[in-house]
């Protein structure tokens, strides 16, 4: 089984900085794309922003400038680099990672999520 355990969350000011982290563990062949995703009471699931194994990204245009995202594939961690944050930023992120298994196929994987709370 994969675990995807996030960290880094917290409440910080408008204009302030934060980072996320999600480290993926278990029965791992290998890991594609991982990304952040983030969800706000009465809203739909978004994307945040998405890389691939090769590093390539992919960002929502709400947040494009502000938040990078980067991954150590030696240690199959993901991280999000959030600044210029904004009330509406507010939101539960939860780290997804594309998992090739042992003996088996691919499966997405999401984690518990981590509360991020921006205060204007």
């Known amino acids: 089984q994969v675990q995807l355990v996030e960290s880094g969350g917290g409440l910080v000011q408008a204009g302030g900085s934060l980072r996320l982290s999600c480290a993926a563990s278990g029965s791992i062949f290998s890991v594609h794309a991982m990304g952040w995703y983030r969800q706000a009471p009465g809203k739909q699931r978004e994307l945040v922003a998405d890389i691939t194994s090769g590093g390539i990204t992919n960002y929502a245009d709400s947040v494009k400038g502000r938040f990078t995202i980067s991954r150590d594939n030696a240690k199959n961690t993901v991280y999000l680099q959030m600044h210029s944050l904004k009330p509406e930023d507010t939101a539960v992120y939860y780290c997804?990672?594309?998992?090739?298994?042992?003996?088996?196929?691919?499966?997405?994987?999401w984690g518990q999520g981590t509360q991020v709370t921006v205060s204007s």
């Open positions: 997804n990672a594309d998992v090739r298994i042992y003996y088996s196929g691919s499966y997405y994987f």
